[in-house]
């Protein structure tokens, strides 16, 4: 959620952290600031808002120092406002922080009845109050922090900086997500890679529990024993030129335009080009042993498991059962020992879904994960991982991550079914060549982007949208109705078009848009049926299949016409003209496509 950006540096520091901090945009916050050492003394510069405004501010009042830290908040406790932006100071010393401190109330009347004085409403200020605490009592900024965190509960990724000592940082992580970055005669610190993309290559990631300091000759680490421990040095494949917008106004529009790319990138992980299969990573079990399956996801990557769902169930031929991490997590299900937990995350770190996994690793489940940052914390809790190869996204609406995810469970579901010889050879090549081919025909839906801009235009004035969908096509147009609703807040409602008559129904005027997304498939017929019910009550329909389908339809509609394709890999090209419906219908409105309000990238809170 919150961007951390850190440096030790050898000259001035304050631009090179606005910097970084544009490069944590994506992550969504409402405010921003930095703090640096100008003659042993902490400056901090704040402001409410976008970025700009701290610019605007850095550029009236600049700030000195070669040491420093700095942050976007997306707000939890308090109002956003420049107060209680981050980063935190006293005059001993100054604290960004991602994540939540449980136990901050029981802290803070405790620190307060100590005498110490809190300026803002944030749960953040407990940790700099009580490092200062500690070094006000005589204790070195190692012992502070070392004592700090064994006080603190709750989730967090800390950076923090020392009055009068221009060469020390010390980091630390539970829950929340840190790098640490090397230089020559230069260390730097962030939320992930990606900020620091163009400072360095080299990256190394704190392990849960652990707490680093940096000085500008390296960095040592520390478990959450306070034990010294080394932690792997990695070469990132990031580079600054891979978060630039291109000639795309958004990089929401960008993102979608790499998915012929990321899509073939993804199947090519997979792709054994000896006898034309995909095949899996090894795996330290044997599917075929596997009686059920238990999918865990939230958001946009539970749509992508609900159509996993529909693949393994079809092909492998074993239950499978989906939920929300969030509540799943809560619920505490009975899970018979052996069972296979399949996760899906982009970044990773998300909290329920990884609170989830070790539920599931306490239930001696086989854990595979699926995440698009292979160093994150799902991944290396995991028995097996599967990579998505989308790059960095940056747009916080997911676009290519999301069929990118549906790529890889494809590749899985077939993968599962040849291992349990649930599939015969040729429906296996069949369905193999048609997943393969993906690539290529996601061009030729990117060809219909004019029209679907044209259909979005008409769209724009509407308060309220329906996505109907059977089998695999209703998850999507239950993430066509989320990117609806993230990015242009028109509110939608994705149903099982089944589910017509049971309610929605209702909800059917001439000013209601409804998404019809119909592949030629099994189901057609049923769905181009729930088509005449709409239009019969005055619906405006929007009707997504290919040129087979359109023609078929007997009834008047607004169609888009998209290549003809297995109905095994529909629900992958179907998803891209809901995003690009979603993409125009924001920029009509005029909303902020890469960065709707009140949302973040990464959530690694609760």
């Keep these: 959620m919150c961007g951390i950006v850190g440096i030790i540096g050898k000259s ?53 120092g070669t040491i420093g830290i700095g942050h976007t908040r997306w707000a939890t406790h308090g109002v ?54 500690y070094l006000a009592a005589g204790d070195s900024p190692e012992v502070a922090t070392s004592k700090m965190l064994k006080r603190i509960e709750g989730a967090f990724a800390l950076g923090i900086i020392f009055a009068g000592r221009s060469d020390l940082m ?60 080394t932690r792997e040095v990695r070469q990132t494949a990031f580079s600054g030129a891979m978060i630039g917008k291109g000639e795309h106004r958004h990089f929401m529009h960008k993102e979608i335009y790499e998915q012929p790319q990321v899509i073939g990138d993804t199947l090519n992980t997979m792709f054994n080009a000896a006898n034309r299969t995909f095949t899996l990573p090894a795996l330290p079990f044997k599917l075929s042993d596997v009686e059920r399956v238990t999918i865990i996801a939230c958001g946009t990557s539970f749509y992508a498991g609900m159509v996993a769902k529909y693949w393994i169930e079809q092909l492998a031929r074993i239950p499978v059962e989906i939920d929300i991490a969030s509540e799943f997590r809560y619920r505490a299900p009975s899970m018979p020992e052996g069972g296979l937990a399949l996760f899906i995350s982009q970044s990773g770190e998300t909290a329920d879904t990884l609170a989830a996994l070790r539920y599931c690793r306490e239930q001696r489940q086989h854990v595979v994960s699926l995440v698009n940052v292979p160093e994150s914390t799902m991944a290396r809790e995991s028995d097996v991982v599967l990579q998505t190869v989308a790059g960095p996204e940056i747009g916080v609406a997911s676009t290519k991550a999301f069929t990118t995810q549906l790529t890889a469970l494809a590749c899985f579901a077939l993968g599962m079914a040849r291992e349990r010889k649930a599939i015969d050879h040729p429906t296996e090549a069949r369905l193999s060549k048609a997943l393969f081919e993906v690539p290529a025909r996601a061009a030729e839906v990117l060809a219909h982007d004019e029209q679907l801009r044209e259909i979005a235009e008409d769209m724009a004035a509407a308060r309220d949208v329906l996505y109907l969908g059977r089998g695999t096509a209703y998850p999507i147009a239950l993430e066509g109705a989320l990117k609806l609703k993230e990015i242009s807040y028109i509110h939608a409602e994705g149903y099982a078009a089944g589910e017509m008559k049971h309610g929605p129904i ?16 099994p189901l057609y017929d049923k769905t181009a049926s729930n088509v005449q019910e709409v239009v019969a009550r005055g619906g405006r329909v929007i009707f997504l299949s290919d040129r087979k389908g359109v023609e078929r339809l007997a009834t008047r509609a607004v169609t888009v016409s998209l290549p003809e394709v297995d109905p095994f890999v529909a629900p992958i090209l179907y998803a891209i003209p809901v995003q690009l419906l979603a993409y125009h219908v924001a920029v009509a409105k005029g909303t902020d496509v890469d960065q709707p309000r009140n949302l973040a990238k990464s959530v690694t809170v609760e």
């Design 506 to 521: 209702a909800l059917i005027d001439e000013s209601v848009p409804v998404i019809v997304i119909a592949p030629s498939d």
């Design 12 to 64: 001035k520091v304050a631009p090179l952290l606005v910097e970084g901090l544009k490069r944590l945009e994506y992550r969504g916050y409402d405010s921003a600031g930095i703090a640096t050492l100008v003659n042993g003394h902490i400056e901090r510069r704040r402001a409410q808002g976008k970025l700009v405004n701290l610019e605007t501010l850095l550029a009236e009042q600049p700030v000195e």
């Design 80 to 133: 956003p406002n420049e107060t209680n932006a981050h980063p935190h100071a006293t005059k001993y010393a100054a604290v960004v922080h991602n994540g939540i401190i449980e136990n901050f109330m029981e802290l803070r009347a405790e620190l307060t009845a100590a005498g110490h004085v809190f300026e803002t409403d944030t749960d953040t200020e407990t940790v700099v109050q009580l490092i200062s605490h």
């Design 170 to 229: 010390i980091a630390a992580r539970r829950g929340s997500p840190l790098a640490i970055g090397y230089g020559h005669g230069e260390m730097y610190l962030g939320s992930d890679a990606l900020a620091l993309a163009p400072l360095t290559q080299k990256i190394a990631y704190l392990a849960e529990g652990d707490w680093a300091v940096l000085s500008g000759d390296g960095v040592v680490f520390h478990d959450k024993d306070d034990r010294v421990v």
